[in-house]
């Protein structure tokens, strides 16, 4: 079983920059692809990036694309995303989540088996 805890979540202008980090617990995340979702108030939870174990290849949302970096410290168990040029639109609590998809990493959130609490993120216009 996977333990995954976010932080860094706050409150920041529209422009500024933001990094969160996801740590787990239990497990290593050796071998584990990693993705980040988001879900503001009244809306379905959407994807924002993933990445493979080996750190190797990654995917993003075009709604995000130029903006965020996700990347991963195998031997510290963590999993970040770099936030930067954040626009009102990004505001949303942020969750991280851990599993095994077919290809390494997936853009669904179906693929995942493991999920953290969630950071809240507020971007101030």
């Known amino acids: 079983q996977v333990q995954l805890v976010e932080s860094g979540g706050g409150l920041v202008q529209a422009g500024g920059s933001l990094r969160l980090s996801c740590t787990a617990s239990?497990?290593?995340?050796?071998?584990?692809?990693m993705g980040w979702f988001r879900q503001a108030p009244g809306k379905e939870r959407e994807f924002v990036a993933a990445?493979?174990?080996?750190?190797?290849?990654?995917q993003y949302a075009d709604s995000v694309k130029g903006r965020f970096t996700i990347s991963r410290e195998n031997a510290k168990n963590t999993v970040y995303l770099e936030m930067n040029s954040l626009k009102p639109e990004d505001t949303a609590v942020y969750y991280c989540?851990?599993?095994?998809?077919?290809?390494?990493?997936?853009?669904?959130?179906?693929?995942?088996?493991?999920w953290g609490q969630g950071t809240q993120v507020t971007v101030s216009s």
């Open positions: 989540a851990a599993g095994e998809p077919p290809r390494g990493y997936s853009i669904y959130a179906r693929s995942y088996d493991y």
């Open positions: 239990g497990r290593t995340l050796s071998r584990l692809g």
């Open positions: 990445i493979k174990w080996s750190g190797g290849g990654s």
